[in-house]
């Protein structure tokens, strides 16, 4: 299973670090994904990075800004956000699937969230 942390309150223009533990499981052979889902609104993916690192990928709204890295010998994953907007607030979510997609729906694991919240 999945555990998120790092969700809290931030200002505009702020940073947080989202971290992600795998446990009971294999890591080090998926590719890991955030995700984010705000109040109302669909479930929408942020980032994706593949087993080795050499591959990640970003949505649009977050590149720039946002960095996905893994630390496989820890079975971690994170995602550093840096200049949030109030846009960003979500509960966000961390999965993983075989091959780094953009498709949720191709995921087959995930955590239960980490709520972060942006205010200006």
């Known amino acids: 299973q999945l555990v998120e942390s790092g969700g809290g309150w931030v200002q505009a223009g702020g940073s947080l670090r989202l971290s992600c533990v795998a446990s009971g499981r294999t890591f080090g052979g998926y590719a890991m994904g955030w995700f984010r889902q705000a109040p109302g609104k669909e479930r929408e993916f942020v980032a994706t990075i593949s087993w080795n690192s050499e591959t990640t990928r970003y949505a649009d709204s977050v590149k720039g800004r946002f960095t996905i890295s893994r630390d496989n010998a820890e079975k971690t994953v994170f995602l550093q956000m840096n200049n949030l907007k109030r846009e960003d607030t979500a509960v966000y979510y961390c999965?993983?699937?075989?091959?780094?997609?953009?498709?949720?729906?191709?995921?087959?694991?995930w955590g239960q969230g980490t709520q972060v919240t942006v205010s200006s």
């Open positions: 999965a993983g699937a075989r091959t780094p997609y953009y498709s949720a729906a191709l995921y087959e694991f």
